[in-house]
């Protein structure tokens, strides 16, 4: 079916822009006061529109493949046909080894370069891969400079502790749950673990210098599990996550959910706390360091004793069910996990300081679930420090988890709460099958939505809900990084309906390099603001990067057949016309 959007031309910083969009995607229905709050607070920012239209077309191949010589056509063609068969993604790793072995390091990389690594990597360094970027900004589409050097994590370090992970990520006073039997095992940073951090930190540096040579506007990848040990972000996350069950199975003494809405009184939380062993006065903690809780709490609120950890360290207790006593929840967090969370807050703030020397945005990458309530905390600690007035740290949310947008309105209020810009990158996710299979091996809940249907579902609820936080104060900041075009439709659709403006600069669009050339420059062309993830560094050293892409992307590819029909269409344009040989000129 054609899709197609229409606007209305004017000045953007003056008019409003107007939609006409056909979408079959789901989006929640928003009716009564707060749609038409929003819509009141959006339209003082925006005037008439002028009656001229202009064509945003995913579908016109002669405009959309503008930026690609006919070669580039057919390699994308042959790619997404080999992507398709499951048996070559199941096996990529064999037959990448295999090949090295039949063609010897050197031809194997060529003839890597001239496939998948061509296909989905813009080069080796940074030399290599300006000619690339250069031609891509010149047809309105920027980008997220990704060093992609990567060890994976999941089987060689995860592998190492997964006698010392907690098996229940969850807590319930009623259950004997393995995760209150003893916490995971302090661990000791050795200087050349530290070093390869730093090492790490150096590489980001670069990029982040490339970046910014490259565009006035760009982005940079980061990964948190790069600047400090995986075993410290798995402590961390396991504290955090104990902290947050204790906090609802506290709200539900108080009949209450852990809901951001529900609030807990704090004489009651304060009694429940005494009965169950605790000496800490949580009354007079909040009472008298937070100003205005009028006698009850929320989780934010909560969460705060964390982030003051060295002054409540006595607050800070949760049960042991094995023992039936209350414990320290600090009690394995020692001096040393201390120091390293200190290492990593020098790192980052050193990228941010770069960042902000080199006017780039950087963007922290989800990994795994076990790391992620860690990643997240320390991405929140940066972006209250460097975004106080511009989004410069973008936080990563992924939509197939099942606790999405509980996270994602979390932080927004937080941001709100406390002043600074929230910025977010929003995904579908990029390790289905692998928590899959942990949770099943560890034995607990499937952290991921059901099906590829209720992530659509989360994906536009958590999408929605930062539209309209942005266009009720214009603080907040996302990038819609899908391949999905009905999802970008429906953005398209709601900046329209909120009157948020593509010049604003606050909500950006976002694809792999690659991928779905037919979304990005039609909308870098229409003067979105949209960009390619651009991943680089060497050929041997990237094959890790593009195995996890082929796993994770397996059902795009393998539904990739509108996008090879429209590569086919333009091939045989150029052919009938006489374009073969085109090569783009900028």
Known sequence: IAHSVHFRRGLLSTHRLRSTVTSTSPSPARTGK???????????????PAADEVLVDFEKTQEVYRSKASLELLRSLVVFKLCSYDFLVDKNKEIMDLGKKVLGQKAFDQFMKMTFYGQFVAGEDQKEIRPLIQKNLAFGVGSVLDYSVEEDISEVEVGQIEANVSKQPHFDME??????KGGTKAFTCTNSEEAKCDRHMETFIKCIKASGWSSTDGFSAIKMTALGRPQFLLNFSEVLVKWQNFYAFLAAQQGKDATL???LDLTQMQECLTKLGATGDYYGWFTGQKEKHEGCIDVLDWNSLIDERTKTAHLL???????????????????????????????MEILGMHAQENGVRLMVDAEQTYFQPAISRLTLEMQRIFNTTKPIIFNTYQCY???AYENITRDVQLSKREGWCFAAKLVRGAYMYQERERAEEMGYEDPINADYESTNRMYHRCLDYVLDE???NRKANVMVASHNEDTIKHTLKRMNELRVLPKENKVYFGQLLGMCDQISFPLGQAGFPVFKYVPYGPVSEVMPYLSRRAQENRGFMKGAQRERELLWKELKRRLASGELLYQPVY
């Open 34 to 48: 707060e749609d038409r709050g929003h819509r009141g607070a959006a339209e003082e920012e925006t005037e008439n």
């Open 175 to 180: 259950e004997d749950r393995d995760s209150m």
């Open 261 to 263: 809405k529900k609030k």
């Open 317 to 347: 207790v949760v049960p042991n069910v094995e023992l039936g006593e209350l414990e320290p929840l600090l009690k394995r967090f020692t001096q040393e996990e201390e120091e390293q969370m200190r290492r990593i807050f020098q790192r």
């Open 401 to 403: 988890l099942k606790d």
């Open 470 to 472: 942005i266009a009720l």
